[in-house]
């Protein structure tokens, strides 16, 4: 009996310590939650600026990112630079800035590039897995905002889901503690 009570005791002294471990854990995870939601509310500002972006390529338009005899870019070119990535000599896409979710999977605009930033002409999409690439024709009507991927607001509710979800976890995992 002593023996049992001793191996009782001892059970729930190592649950506890493993409790008390996972909520550090859970603890730390809130911090980096806190820190992706600062990182998300300092991209707020660029919305309208990435929302131009994402209705322009839509529409199927080619986007005009500034002027080039005053040698001045807009905000969204200024955005656009940063965000650049190149395809292939001639050709750039912004996979972080904004994707869609297609027929064809997750897809990323393709833009004949002009070095100088000032000018994108809308060439195609790409898939962000296969790496294929889909003539801008061939997706017409799929690429709409209904079928946006990762958008800010997107973020933002996943991330006040999982904080609410951890939340919910650790207050259970103190109740269960009390018990």
Request: one cysteine or more.
């Amino acid at each position: 009996m002593v023996e049992s009570l001793d191996t009782q005791l001892g059970t729930k002294k190592l649950v506890l310590e493993i409790t008390d471990e996972e909520l550090k854990q859970k603890g730390s995870f809130l911090e980096l939650l806190d820190i992706v939601k600062q990182l998300i509310q300092s991209y707020l500002p660029l919305q309208p600026d990435i929302e131009e972006f994402a209705n322009t390529v839509e529409r199927g338009e080619s986007i005009t990112a500034g002027n080039s005899f005053r040698s001045f870019l807009s905000t969204l070119g200024q955005l656009l630079l940063s965000f650049k990535e190149m395809v292939q000599e001639g050709f750039c896409w912004f996979p972080r800035l904004m994707r869609w979710n297609t027929s064809k999977g997750e897809v990323a605009s393709v833009f004949r590039d002009d070095p100088s930033g000032y000018n994108y002409k809308l060439e195609a999409f790409r898939n962000m897995e296969t790496k294929a690439i889909y003539r801008a024709e061939n997706l017409k009507g799929k690429i709409c905002s209904d079928n946006r991927i990762g958008t800010l607001e997107q973020i933002q509710g996943s991330v006040e889901i999982v904080e609410k979800d951890y939340k919910r976890g650790i207050d259970k995992t103190e109740q269960d503690l009390q018990r």
